[in-house]
């Protein structure tokens, strides 16, 4: 029994060993840099609900499970982001029947009579934006902003935004809004672990 486990124990370090040998770490094998900033909008009460992403990102995209729901005939969230290629769960919290559309270029569906309490599954296939609407209360709308990798975020309602994991390089950063003007791009540089700190400066 010591035997073994003494070859057991011997075989589990020259595997360590040999797995730094080459740079690998099970604690640290990837440690990405952090973006951090607000959204300073001539009018401040459109600070919120802008989407932040950056471009020329290129690598294996993550997808997180995120659900827009109706509940009171609108839906929360308003703004959503996902990359290309993932999932967003449509819900109806509703007592009432729900139909959901979208007529945009970037995603065409029509969900129809989605039951209360009834979950619908939407793939987006491409990058773009993307309108939800449903066509018995024309008052509803939510945006699906669809982008090429996982780095983008929401802004809060004060335009704060964090996006986290970034791996270390130059990126142009580039903002969309339902309220704003088209926006120029923004350069920012990413250090391994590091902060960066960013203003951008919209107009409506």
């Given at each position: 029994m010591e035997t073994h486990m003494i070859k057991s124990t011997s075989r589990?370090?020259?595997?360590?060993?040999?797995?730094t040998s080459f740079g690998f770490s099970t604690s640290n094998a990837f440690c990405g840099g952090t973006i951090t900033g607000k959204i300073?909008?001539?009018i401040p009460k459109y600070n919120g609900d802008a989407v932040v992403y950056l471009?020329?990102?290129?690598?294996?995209?993550?997808?997180?499970?995120?659900?827009?729901e109706q509940q009171s005939l609108t839906f929360f969230p308003k703004v959503t982001t996902i990359p290309a290629g993932c999932s967003v769960t449509l819900k109806n919290?509703?007592?009432?029947?729900?139909?959901?559309?979208?007529?945009?270029?970037?995603?065409?569906?029509?969900?129809d009579k989605l039951e209360a309490g009834s979950t619908r599954q939407i793939t987006f296939d491409k990058p773009g934006v993307v309108h939800l609407?449903?066509?018995?209360?024309?008052?509803?709308?939510?945006?699906?902003?669809?982008?090429?990798?996982?780095?983008?975020?929401?802004?809060?309602?004060?335009?704060?935004?964090?996006?986290p994991n970034v791996p270390a390089g130059t990126?142009?950063?580039?903002?969309?809004?339902?309220?704003?003007?088209?926006?120029?791009?923004?350069?920012?540089?990413?250090?391994?672990?590091?902060?960066?700190p960013v203003i951008l400066k919209v107009a409506i």
């Open positions: 589990f370090i020259k595997t360590a060993l040999l797995m300073d909008a001539n471009l020329g990102t290129k690598g294996h995209v993550v997808c997180e499970h995120k659900t827009i919290n509703d007592a009432i029947l729900s139909t959901i559309s979208s007529f945009s270029p970037a995603k065409k569906f029509n969900v609407l449903s066509k018995a209360h024309p008052e509803m709308s939510a945006w699906v902003i669809v982008t090429k990798n996982q780095y983008a975020t929401v802004t809060e309602h004060d335009g704060k935004f964090t996006i990126y142009e950063i580039s903002v969309w809004s339902e309220k704003f003007k088209h926006q120029g791009k923004t350069t920012v540089t990413v250090a391994e672990s590091k902060t960066v």
